[in-house]
């Protein structure tokens, strides 16, 4: 057993822990959906208003993280789907991102809910998943919610490029034998693309993906609420 989480980062009590720096951001998101609803480029306006509040790297990130335009978080509203609406499909899931999201919520790291609803963390996969404490918890999590959502199939789908993919990959999938359940797990080169274009339901927080995607649902905050997750949760809208 490893001793490895997804917890906070050094210093991210400073950036993110107390009331000041919380109503920061939140006046950064607004701004931010200001600028993209009228057409402004996300690095640019991210600068901006990043040098305006006097942010540092990882509260931009959160900025950029947790920020949509007006017309993107209504076309998102109108495609998400309710866990009733999932009895008898097949559901395709953004594996990494699920799975890291899962982990950095259960390993007590800040957790960004956006204008869209989702929920998002700071971490990354960055060319190489390490498995961690929290991995198999994780893992159980996604198995419960599809027990309550009745689908009738799951798919993970994992960035094949990245290191240990394979791995994770058959993590799932003994999981799946273990407790007998109907999954199945795919190594994809573009693994956003396929999401948005191959699935009819796709889970995952990635933006692109949401902006893309036929229906998509909102597995983490429906197990946060469900399943009455402890969550350090950074309101952003």
């Known amino acids: 057993m490893n001793n490895r989480n997804r917890g906070k980062n050094t210093g991210d009590d400073n950036l993110f822990g107390s009331e000041k720096q919380i109503s920061k951001l939140k006046m950064a ?23 305006r509040f006097r942010m540092k ?15 993107q978080i209504h076309d998102r509203k109108l495609k998400q789907l309710e866990i009733s609406d999932l009895k008898g499909t097949s559901i395709y899931l953004d594996g990494f991102n699920v799975l890291i999201l899962l982990e950095s919520l259960l390993s007590g790291a800040y957790i960004f809910e956006g204008a869209d609803g989702c929920f998002r963390d700071l971490s990354g996969v960055h060319g190489t998943y390490k498995r961690v404490n929290q991995t198999l918890r994780a893992v159980e999590l996604v198995s419960i919610f599809f027990h309550k959502s009745h689908a009738q199939k799951l798919i993970w789908v994992f960035d094949q490029p990245v290191s240990n993919s394979g791995r994770i990959k058959e993590i799932v999938l003994d999981f799946a034998r273990e407790n007998n359940l109907n999954w199945d797990a795919e190594l994809q080169y573009s693994p956003d693309k396929f999401l948005a274009e191959s699935s009819e339901i796709a889970i995952s927080s990635d933006a692109w993906i949401l902006d893309h995607c036929k229906e998509w649902f909102n597995l983490i ?16 809208k």
């Open 221 to 236: 905050a429906y197990l946060a609420e469900e399943e009455k997750l402890p969550v350090n949760l950074i309101k952003m």
């Open 29 to 51: 998101v607004q701004d931010m959906q200001y600028l993209l609803t009228r057409g402004y480029a996300e690095k640019a306006s991210s600068e901006l208003i990043g040098n």
């Open 57 to 71: 790297t990882r509260q931009i990130q959160a900025l950029r993280s947790a920020s949509a335009s007006d017309r």
